[in-house]
């Protein structure tokens, strides 16, 4: 391994320690490595027992249907839990910026992670609230590789961001 792919898997494992819930440990690369290997397939296994995932809302904006934060988690958590896998979601507060970091938790590792920011310190709470349940949901199907909205082939994203994509 060259030296700078090195330095960049030990910035990853720093990281990864900085990064993790209470109580979970992230462990040495080998021992990683036997641990993620179970993680993977415990996961595989319970991805092919999740339920079907209800559209039980409706964007008033859109008019488009989606599944809540519950619905999604009635559909997957029992699978996950049968394989022993959890999940969980953290706010983290780095500087002004807030962001929702994911985690998917099997046998004490955190072996699968998402985050989004959803805004600054000085965001009003309710708005702050709302995009802290829209971000806990996109990372929590993002890491569950489920569909819990339909999909318009980007065209909200488009119209929304014809003058300014970024």
């Not at 296994?45 to 964007?59: L, M, R, S, V």
């Not at 989606?66 to 507060?93: D, F």
């Not at 890491?143 to 318009?152: K, R, S, W, Y």
Request: charged content about 25%; overall charge negative.
């Amino acid at each position: 391994m060259s030296s700078k792919a090195s330095a960049a898997v030990e910035r990853q494992i720093e990281e990864d320690r900085r990064d993790v819930p209470p109580g979970v440990e992230v462990t040495e690369e080998a021992e990683r490595g036997e641990r993620f290997a179970a993680a993977c397939a415990a996961f595989v296994k319970a991805q092919a027992e999740f339920g079907p995932i209800t559209f039980d809302k409706t964007n008033p904006h859109f008019k488009s249907r989606y599944a809540s934060l519950a619905a999604i988690q009635k559909a997957t958590l029992p699978a996950l839990n049968r394989h022993g896998i959890a999940h969980t979601s953290r706010t983290v507060i780095d500087g002004d910026t807030i962001t929702v970091k994911t985690y998917l938790l099997h046998n004490g590792i955190a072996f699968v992670k998402a985050s989004w920011p959803v805004g600054k310190t000085s965001t009003p709470p309710q708005q702050l609230g709302s995009a802290l349940t829209y971000a806990r949901r996109y990372t929590l199907q993002s890491i569950l590789g489920v569909a819990a909205d339909e999909d318009d082939d980007g065209n909200a994203a488009q119209t929304a961001n014809a003058a300014d994509p970024f």
